[in-house]
């Protein structure tokens, strides 16, 4: 009698530095979007749990924030998370950009997204939009390795190996989850992300930096409408009057893009009210980056 292979569990640490792909690979892997995701660096705020079910094994995947260069209480903040989700670990996923090469992963390393002693598997990405010939990479045995592949997140390629390299190096338990369980966070902190990435996407430069998004009420008693209500959080008045945008117009195509997002998330009609907020250094306040999900 053929014998069923043992059953894996354990948790994988996506890290790198800012914008690799590493909130791309984990909605890839979890199946639903549930990390947001933008072309601009340092999206990603939070540690965010997700869960990827397989048939024989449970991939516990933890999102981070991408390595950050910068000295405020939010840098270390995020730095912070991404040094503990690479301690906390069974599998330490360090990711680099294949159109920069092997030197990010060198560099994600030294900044400190190194491993308490999981095994490192190193992985290129978006080789669908990588040149025809990236750069070499050493082999794994000359850097202490586990392993080194490359994917594509968007059109998949290479995502079915990373997940078996994974779940090889996973110790043999159960499931730490419900099969049916996507992640650890409350659906208004994932709806207060994506309001986030929508303003992410509307506003220029340096703006989103200065932002943060608290739902400050989530009224799921219909069953077939959900009343959203979010603050936007801006550290300057000026901030303030870029985010509202003349006559409203700003605010209004960040709602938009913002609820099309939530409908999707939570399958039923949303209806979103955003407000803008002047609440100078909420970034530099510990308990409020707490307080905002940041942690
Ligand atoms: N073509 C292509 N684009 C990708 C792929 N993976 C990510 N991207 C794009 O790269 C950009 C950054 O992706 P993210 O997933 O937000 O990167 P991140 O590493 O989570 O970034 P931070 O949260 O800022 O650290 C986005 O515009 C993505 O759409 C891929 O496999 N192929
Ligand atoms: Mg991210």
Redesign the pocket.
Known sequence: MASEPEHRAGVVALL?R????????FNALVGEKLAI???K????RSRLLGIATLPHAQLVLIDT??WQQGTQPLHDALNRLAEQAARGCDVAAV?ADLRSGWGEVEAALAAGARSGGAPVIAVG?????APAAPPAWPPPAETGLAAVLTL???TREGLAEFAAACVERLPVSPPLFPADELSDRPLRFLAAELVREAAFQELAQELPYALAVEVVEFDEKRADLVRVRADLLVERISQKKIVVGAGGAMIKRIGIRARREIEMLLGTKVHLDLFVKHEPGWAKRPNRLKSLGYY
């Open positions: 790198g800012p914008n690799v792909g590493k909130s791309t690979l995701v933008t072309p660096p340092q999206t990603t924030p991408g990711l990405t978006q080789r669908d939009r594509s997140a968007r």
